[in-house]
């Protein structure tokens, strides 16, 4: 079990993108948690890199590294092995976590790894037809750009959670009448 992501070979065998939990991520605008827990990692692997060598986080650190080049199960080797193995790998290198700015660099592509994933799922899709034609309006009645990652203001508008849930329910395709039923 991997110690990143808290899952069995880091979800080799489920894909977020073959849910309807990839059309919930969309709507709001929030990354799934395997993907934030990443970023979070990688942030602290930035703090791990700037720490100064005299303290025992920087001697855990250069440990999983020495075990890392021994090729012993260890910290390190989680993170890398979980970042090639997301849907849309992240490659990287062992010489690529010991710079802050190739971390800042992961931790960008982490989220581009999603945004790619996300772009496949909703192209693929038959229930997501109603979400590739969308137009959306900024709060002036300006059309504005779409953007495939983001909270959807009809969240704030519709109040009511069961409304709220029918609305989510056809934009989706995720009713009795669903495309994927005829």
């Known amino acids: 079990m991997c110690s990143i992501c808290s899952c069995e070979d880091c979800w080799a065998s489920i894909t977020i993108w073959h849910s309807i939990l990839a059309i919930l991520f969309s709507e709001t605008g929030l990354l799934p948690v395997r993907y934030r827990r990443l970023q979070l990692t990688l942030s602290y692997l930035k703090y791990l890199i700037l720490v100064p060598r005299h303290q025992y986080a920087s001697a855990a650190f250069r440990h999983s590294c020495a075990l890392y080049n021994n090729c012993s199960s260890c910290w390190i080797g989680d993170v890398i092995h979980t970042l090639e193995n997301l849907p849309i790998p992240v490659h990287v290198t062992l010489q690529g976590l010991l710079h802050t700015k190739s971390v800042d660099a992961m931790i960008e592509q982490v989220a581009e790894s999603w945004e790619s ?7 693929d899709a038959t229930r997501t ?12 009645g300006v059309m504005r750009e779409y953007r495939l990652w983001a909270y959807r203001s009809y ?3 519709i109040r009511v959670p069961t409304h709220r849930k029918a609305y989510f329910r056809f934009v989706t395709s995720n009713h009795h009448f669903a495309i994927e039923l005829l």
């Open 155 to 157: 969240l704030d508008l």
């Open 117 to 123: 994933s996300l772009q496949m799922f909703m192209q």
């Open 129 to 140: 037809l109603v979400l590739r034609k969308r137009v959306e309006y900024d709060s002036k």
